[in-house]
């Protein structure tokens, strides 16, 4: 056994655990069901986090400044932890929708486009998941 590594049983099931993921479907059931006035905000909002993989700070310090194009592809300039700037791509509708969405709203190019709060963001996840009635049990928004 010269020169193998040893694993332990207990690294191999962690190693092999899938994150929990919603589908394609469930997230299209999620943005449809948010309510009330800001539903176009909060639909967005929720394609953006799921589209992009953004963490939700991340997502609600989007600015239309941010919305960048990068090599052709469209791309979200954010400044994560640490500080550390990377860019993330975003598909070119998102992209679309997220600068129509500023335009409409008359942004200036520095105005944050979700001009919420994590807390409402989380708020605005969890009723659209009870509305949507996602009973994924490896899924919780928090």
Known sequence: MAGRTLISKAMVPQALSVVPYLTREEVAGLAAACQARH????GLLIHTLFQT????SEALSLTPRKIESHEDRA???IVGKGGKARLVACPKSLAHR?????FDRQLGLDDRIFKINRRRAW??????TEWAGITNPDYSPG
């Open 98 to 102: 997220l600068k129509s969405f500023a």
């Open 75 to 77: 791309a979200l300039h």
């Open 53 to 56: 993989g953004l963490r939700i």
């Open 39 to 42: 539903q176009i905000r909060d």
């Open 123 to 128: 708020q605005i996840i969890k009723g659209a």
